[in-house]
Nanobody, 124 residues
């Protein structure tokens, strides 16, 4: 089992920045790909970004490319999401997720473990 706990959400003005963290515990963390998803009110959960087990490969949704950066520190069992140039449409609950294996999945049904989420609100 892997337990995931997100932190770092909050309220920020448009154009501002936030850094989310996701701390993992349990099974061997470094063999998991990690992803971030988000869900806005009334909308389906959507993929944001993912990073493979080594940190050598990443993938981003077009909507966040160039503004968000995912990274991981396997020594600290933590994955980060640096969000810059935030827009009101980035407002959502952000979830981190872990997928056992060496791939880089973008579909939420490929992920095995999920955190409880952290709220990000961007005011205009």
């Amino acid at each position: 089992q892997v337990q995931l706990v997100e932190s770092g959400g909050g309220l920020v003005q448009a154009g501002g920045s936030l850094r989310l963290s996701c701390a993992a515990s349990g099974r061997t963390y470094s063999t998991y790909a990690m992803g971030w998803f988000r869900q806005a009110p009334g909308k389906e959960r959507e993929f944001v970004t993912a990073i493979n087990w080594s940190g050598g490969s990443t993938v981003y949704a077009d909507s966040v490319k160039g503004r968000f950066t995912i990274s991981r520190d396997n020594a600290k069992n933590t994955v980060y999401l640096q969000m810059n140039s935030l827009k009101p449409e980035d407002t959502a609950v952000y979830y981190c997720a872990a997928d056992w294996g060496l791939g880089l999945p973008v579909a939420d049904d490929e992920y095995d473990y999920w955190g409880q989420g952290t709220q990000v609100t961007v005011s205009s």
